[in-house]
């Protein structure tokens, strides 16, 4: 089993509705969690960045994370042609090993 | 400022040649993380230098790969006697070592091996 699960999709919506994307992980010293987008032919860049448990908003993103159920999410709302690309779960514990753990990464498509 | 960069930004080769992949991080970034993506695939690690601390090499998937990092700067991949399946993106981030270490992301070099 890997230490984080991510469904790959690919995940198609209409433009305007609610996304939600999922990770769960396994190993409980897992502290930092984000998310980072990555449109086809480029790098992954961030999106959100959240330390332990709560939630994050910033514009039409929301980060969540539940410690107690190993599990985050990611919420787009009004979803954009221009949200369409992968997105990547990725954590790590805490110390100054900062090598993430990834996932597979979720394929989006949001059509007009 | 500048970002990651990275080159070439393509590459084919023959099967059993060697390449060599440049990574210029972000100046000031103390972390450095190379990566292999396969088409549809997530990403694989494959070897992290952080400072002067010796690299975690634990991601690299045989003896054929290898990967230093000159002045803490400027990175290179090697991939000696290469195959078929090494056929990936490579992708090189760099980071800062505070607490909030977002990892900046290059290109990539799209690696084809004939």
């Known amino acids: 089993q890997k230490e984080v699960e991510q469904d790959p999709g690919p995940l198609s919506v209409p433009e305007g509705a609610i996304v939600s994307l999922n990770c769960t992980y396994s190993?409980?010293?897992?502290?930092?969690f984000m998310w980072y987008r990555q449109y086809s032919r480029k790098g992954p860049e961030l999106l959100m960045y959240?330390?332990s448990s709560g939630n994050k908003e910033d514009g039409r993103f929301t980060a969540q994370v539940d410690k107690s159920s190993k599990y985050i999410s990611l919420f787009i709302r009004d979803s954009q042609p221009s949200d369409s690309a992968t997105y990547l779960c990725?954590?790590?514990?805490?110390?100054?090993?900062?090598?993430?753990?990834w996932g597979l990464g979720t394929s989006l498509a949001v059509n007009p | 400022g500048a970002g990651v960069s990275q080159s070439p930004s393509n590459k084919v080769t023959e099967k059993g040649k060697d390449v060599e992949l440049r990574c210029d991080p972000i100046?000031?970034?103390?972390?450095l993380y190379w990566y292999r993506q396969s088409l549809g695939q997530g990403l694989e690690f494959l070897i992290y230098?952080?400072?002067?601390?010796?690299?975690?090499k634990s991601g690299l998937p045989s003896d054929r790969f290898s990967a230093e990092r000159t002045g803490g700067s400027v990175s290179t991949l090697t991939i000696q006697r290469t195959q078929q399946e090494d056929s990936a993106v490579y992708l090189c981030?760099?980071?800062?070592?505070?607490?909030?270490?977002?990892?900046?992301f290059g290109p990539g070099t799209r690696l084809t091996v004939l």
């Open positions: 100046s000031g970034h103390t972390a």
């Open positions: 959240t330390y």
């Open positions: 981030a760099s980071s800062s070592s505070g607490v909030t270490d977002t990892q900046y």
């Open positions: 230098f952080q400072g002067n601390s010796a690299p975690d």
């Open positions: 990725a954590m790590r514990s805490a110390g100054n090993n900062r090598k993430l753990i």
């Open positions: 190993n409980s010293a897992f502290q930092y």
